[in-house]
């Protein structure tokens, strides 16, 4: 009888750990899912955004055009295309498949690399928003520091990177100007179709390794524990470099950080790596541009923020300026959700395709 009892009592107790260790995990999953839920939520727009401007590129921008202003060799396609991503508003997300169309349509990976790096750092709503909230110093050094960046890593690109990746001219109904249907069709066909079937899975699971980052990584852990200095600026691009922000959304966080305590030119460090880099861009980018392109892209990005961040620093110390604050508007919680219900749809169709209806896209109409 005792036996029994004791049996009964390790049962018992066996069954309440195994119930213990599985709510710990259900809790551990809610909270990847949900950080998941809300990267998504984050980028969901832009990607849009980003799907629907590379269709318009596609249609309505020659290969030709492209060809003359940003394909061939030389720092003057380079410098065009790190001039002409600065002040549009594309994140390390959404400026994916702008990139990938102008690849495919003519431009030289040096050009290609110089947009993807200059173009999601800022932007026009960015720069507004860094004046109101950080000042005007932050407001002229982050677009200048984002040219810069993509007019080095272009030229170190063009120079160094090996073509890796296999690029194929575009074949699809967006580039034939016979083609019996609307410009409109092809538009959406080319950004919402044939596009995010390519970029889909690396995307996918790059949003899954940024859930996990974002769900275990403290809130408080900028504003407490690196302090300022050379230190907190490495601590900062080693954060920064695979968890998503967009370069609107990352000035009221750098912002909030530099109350705790954190230095200008740390927060300039996150402000360049948070919104340049990703976990689901890196995965993406390794496709698009091959592995050491994209091991080069990376080191950029790196080795510029924290040299812009030291200079930040020392142009606050010697001016004595204190950066400006104020609020900001953001996108309603509505359109972010919608957003990503519409992206979800647009990622399960890519992926559920059929492998033989996927590769129709890329052959030549009859």
Not at 6 to 18: A, D, G, M, Q, Y
Not at 70 to 86: C, D
Not at 193 to 207: A, C, D, F, Q, Y
Request: charged share 10%.
């Amino acid at each position: 009888m005792i036996i029994r009892e004791n049996n009964l009592r390790s049962s018992t107790k066996i069954c309440v750990l195994l119930i213990r260790n599985r709510g710990k995990q259900l809790q551990v999953l809610i909270l990847i899912l949900t950080a998941f839920w809300n990267t998504l939520c984050e980028m969901a727009p832009y990607l849009l955004f980003g799907f629907l401007i590379a269709g318009v590129l596609s249609v309505l921008v020659s290969p030709e055009l492209v060809e003359k202003h940003l394909g061939g060799h030389g720092i003057w396609p380079i410098f065009k295309a790190s001039l002409f991503g600065v002040p549009l508003p594309l994140c390390s997300c959404s400026v994916i498949p702008v990139a990938a169309s102008l690849r495919r349509h003519g431009a030289s990976k040096g050009a290609t690399t110089a947009f993807l790096l200059s173009t999601p750092q800022t932007g026009a709503d960015s720069i507004m928003v860094t004046f109101s909230l950080l000042g005007p110093i932050f407001a002229v050094f982050r677009p200048l520091a984002a040219f810069l960046t993509g007019l080095v890593g272009g030229s170190i690109i063009e120079t160094f990177g090996s073509d890796e990746a296999k690029i194929e001219p575009c074949r699809d109904k967006c580039c034939c100007p016979t083609h019996p249907q609307s410009r409109l069709i092809r538009i959406l066909h080319y950004g919402f179709v044939v596009l995010p079937k390519e970029i889909s899975r690396p995307l996918l699971l790059g949003l899954v390794v940024a859930g996990a980052i974002s769900a275990f990584v403290p809130s408080n852990f900028f504003s407490e524990t690196i302090g300022t200095g050379f230190l907190a600026m490495v601590v900062m691009m080693v954060l920064g470099i695979p968890v998503y922000v967009c370069a609107t959304a990352s000035v009221p966080i750098a912002a909030a950080m530099m109350v705790k305590g954190i230095s200008p030119g740390a927060a300039l460090v996150f402000l360049m790596t948070g919104p340049a880099t990703n976990v689901a861009a890196i995965a993406t980018l390794w496709k698009v541009l091959g592995k050491q392109s994209a091991l080069i892209y990376l080191g950029v990005v790196a080795i510029s923020a924290l040299g812009s961040g030291l200079l930040m620093d020392y142009i606050f110390t010697t001016s004595n300026v204190l950066p400006g604050s104020s609020t900001v508007w953001m996108l309603p919680l509505s359109v972010k959700t919608i957003s990503a219900i519409v992206l979800l749809t647009i990622f399960g169709a890519a992926v559920l395709r059929p492998r033989g209806k996927r590769h129709e896209d890329h052959e030549k109409p009859g």
